[in-house]
C-alpha cells in the first residue's frame, strides 16, 4: 500500500537548525509534488516548501531564506533543512506528496504521520 514515512524534527535553541526527511513507499508510478506543511493546535496547516518533480521549489515567506527544501527521485524522498529556527517554527511538521499510484486514477494527496519541532527562546 502506498504510504509516506517521515522522520526528524526534535527540539533546538532559536538560531540552530534541524532536518526533516520523508519518503513515500508502496505502489507508485510517479511522485508529483512534494513537500512540507505545519500546523499547531487550533490552527489550519500552512505551507512551508514545496517540491515539483522537475526539482523547482517554492517557499512560504515566513521561511524563506532559512528553509530548503531538496529531493531524490531515486527513492521518492524529500528533505527538509531548517536553519536560523525562530520560536515561531515551533509547529508538527508534516511530510506531503503528490502521487500518481496506478494507470487510471488521478494523483492523490498522501501525508506523513507528522514531526515534532520545538524551537526554545
Known amino acids: 500500500q502506498t504510504q509516506v514515512s517521515q522522520s526528524g524534527g526534535g527540539t533546538m535553541q532559536a538560531g540552530g537548525s534541524l532536518r526533516l526527511s520523508c519518503a513515500a513507499s508502496g505502489r507508485i508510478l510517479t511522485v508529483f509534488d512534494m513537500g512540507w506543511y505545519r500546523q499547531t493546535p487550533g490552527q489550519q496547516r500552512e505551507m512551508v516548501a514545496l517540491?515539483?518533480?522537475?526539482?523547482?521549489?517554492r517557499y512560504a515567506d515566513f521561511v524563506r531564506g532559512r528553509f530548503t527544501i531538496s529531493r531524490d527521485n531515486f527513492d521518492n524522498s524529500v528533505a527538509l533543512q531548517m536553519n536560523s529556527l525562530e520560536p515561531g517554527d515551533t509547529a508538527t511538521y508534516y511530510c506531503?506528496?503528490?502521487?500518481?499510484?496506478?494507470?487510471?486514477?488521478?494523483?492523490?494527496?498522501?501525508w506523513g504521520q507528522g514531526s515534532q519541532v520545538t524551537v526554545s527562546s
Open positions: 517540491i515539483g518533480i522537475d526539482g523547482r521549489a
Open positions: 506531503y506528496a503528490n502521487i500518481k499510484v496506478t494507470i487510471g486514477p488521478r494523483p492523490a494527496d498522501y
